[in-house]
């Protein structure tokens, strides 16, 4: 993530702060300036990707009217083709060669104001429909980006650790399971001296029952012992850092779970 980009985004959507979340690694990387953040330095991943999440609403949403995709290419932002990322609508930054970040704006699914292609536009802008954003939506912080007038809101820690397991089932390759798995790891440690504080604002985010059962299957299937996935989050954390042995990742995202679910799992 470049920060830089990240505060033209901000810039060109100052309407609608209040109504968005930064979510997915780019929220990862921020979370060290969080007030609850404690001093673990685990490897911060690269990611290219800027997710930023929008509330399910229906036709009364203040997005709704808004021109965010000129305001976004005024900050030299452009449409992606489809193509270029599975499918999925990105904005790319195209203020710099040497920069290759770009937006993808998320939704829950289901969400209303759906066009006819199944995509839902809201202020210009093509939104991803994905299961479990409503998570990321619940209870997040503030940030004023290096002192400036940019302020941005970031996804809660305990619902970005929730959704990263909740989700995990629905990756595609080994590679993003791992890697969901290594986020999930590193926030448990950041956040080691303060997960009675991230259960209080999890246990505001009112999981559904299904939402829980999916939660406790997926830690049983990718936490166990001998697991694909806790084998390739030890070899990615050994590639840019040093390796974690799995039995110690999974023992690591287990307990942190415990505590930030506690009797609300």
Not at 145 to 162: E, H, K, M, N
Request: charged share 25%; net charge positive.
């Amino acid at each position: 993530m470049n920060e830089p980009i990240l505060m033209a985004a901000a810039r060109a959507l100052a309407e609608v702060v209040d109504e968005i979340v930064i979510v997915g690694g780019s929220a990862f990387r921020l979370f060290v300036h969080h007030p609850l953040a404690g001093s673990a330095k685990d490897p911060l991943l690269s990611t290219e990707d800027i997710d930023i999440a929008v509330p399910a609403r229906g036709q009364a949403s203040p997005i709704k009217g808004l021109k965010l995709l000129e305001a976004l290419e005024k900050e030299n932002f452009e449409a992606d083709p489809p193509e270029s990322c599975l499918g999925k609508r990105t904005y790319g930054f195209r203020g710099s060669v040497e920069v290759t970040s770009y937006l993808q704006f998320i939704t829950p699914r289901g969400a209303p104001g759906r066009k006819g292609t199944g995509a839902r536009v809201l202020g210009g802008l093509e939104l991803n429909e994905l299961k479990g954003v409503r998570l990321l939506l619940e209870s997040p912080w503030r940030l004023n980006l290096d002192g400036s007038d940019s302020c941005i809101r970031v996804a809660c820690p305990a619902a970005f650790l929730i959704h990263k397991l909740l989700v995990i089932d629905r990756r595609v390759s080994l590679g993003q399971r791992g890697k969901d798995l290594v986020y999930a790891y590193a926030t448990v440690r950041l956040f080691a001296a303060n997960l009675t504080d991230l259960a209080e604002r999890a246990g505001q985010m009112g999981l559904k029952p299904k939402e829980t059962r999916t939660l406790e299957a997926n830690m049983e299937r990718y936490l166990k012992s001998g697991s694909n996935e806790l084998a390739e989050a030890s070899r990615i954390l050994a590639s840019v850092s040093t390796r974690v042995q799995p039995s110690t990742l999974a023992a690591t995202i287990q307990a942190g779970m415990k505590k930030v679910l506690g009797p609300h799992a």
